[in-house]
């Protein structure tokens, strides 16, 4: 993990192992608020400890910026059992979500750990607090908007915006040190047209903590925003062509944006959505 990084007044930031997940901690008068909670117990545990070089505030708020579990599965370590009972906030299609698909992502890591223990341990903890379209929280000092912007990587992806320090926690509708995944959950239609919302929204000069990578800017996010919505294009196109799922890989050939190995997803998912039926777990197919 990386130490932690104050990405602007009272905003934290540290990536950790694996995955290069962002945890992220807002800082107000009144306790801090935690964004995300990584894979497990443990790992949440080790989240805990490294708070106490943040002083003494306790955790009043936890965000999930996303269902994932490599940003949920800590959830019980901060919730109602944990000793701290922070209340967890999260989209209101997370709890869901987390039936759909990340219960199965559990058995799957069970199954192929080497240490199955630290799976056997996880309780999937859903969000305590639903939120809709928006929320506003008040940390003591500072107020944090909540924002959901449409669907994207997921259909439960929540923006934590902190207005006075001009800082986004975007979770993985952007991301860095790798390609945006698009997941089997995911929604390549649409996630164009949610990072434009986010880009009417931001500032020129705000910060957005993205769920896997460094800081990046407005700059970053367009350039991100422009590959989303040539994917969207690419698969709508070869769709109209009546290129059949199977070759479209081939077919968009050098003009996939990201690499093609991690398009398989986007393809399904946009010719099922353009075929009318929407996106679920392969087994619910
Ligand atoms: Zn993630």
């Known amino acids: ?45 080790e989240i805990r400890s490294g708070l106490r070089e943040l002083g003494a505030l306790p955790v009043r708020w936890v965000v999930n910026t996303h269902a994932h579990f490599d940003h949920t599965f800590g959830n019980a370590r901060f919730g109602p059992d944990s000793g701290l009972g922070a209340p967890i906030y999260g989209h209101e299609r997370v709890p869901a979500h987390l039936d759909a698909y990340e219960r199965q992502v559990l058995a799957e890591l069970t199954a192929d750990a080497e240490d199955p223990e630290e799976w056997r341990e996880v309780v999937i903890t859903p969000p305590t607090v639903l939120v809709g379209a928006a929320m506003t929280l008040d940390l003591g000092g500072r107020a944090v908007e909540l924002r959901h912007l449409g669907r994207g990587h997921t259909d439960n992806d929540l923006l934590v915006r902190v207005p006075d ?21 995911s929604f390549p239609l649409d996630w164009p047209a949610t990072i434009a919302r986010l880009r009417m929204a931001l500032g020129e000069r705000d910060a957005l903590v993205p769920g896997h990578g460094a800081v990046v800017g407005a700059a970053f996010v367009a350039a991100q ?48 959505q353009l075929a009318g039926s929407p996106p679920g777990p392969a087994a619910q197919r």
């Open 1 to 45: 993990m990386t130490a932690w990084a104050e990405v602007a007044d009272g905003v934290f930031q540290r990536r950790y192992q694996p995955y290069d997940v962002s945890v992220c901690v807002v800082r107000g008068t009144g306790g801090l608020l935690v964004c995300d909670t990584r894979s497990s117990h443990r790992q949440a545990d």
């Open 165 to 185: 320090a001009g800082v986004w926690l975007a979770g993985d509708l952007i991301e860095e040190s790798g390609p945006p995944v698009y997941g089997p959950d």
């Open 225 to 272: 925003h422009e590959r989303l919505a040539t994917v969207a294009a690419l698969i709508t196109e070869l769709h109209a062509a009546g290129v059949p799922a199977n070759r479209a890989l081939a077919e968009g050939g050098g003009r996939w944006p990201f690499p093609a190995d991690g398009m398989a997803n986007a393809v399904r998912n946009v010719y099922d």
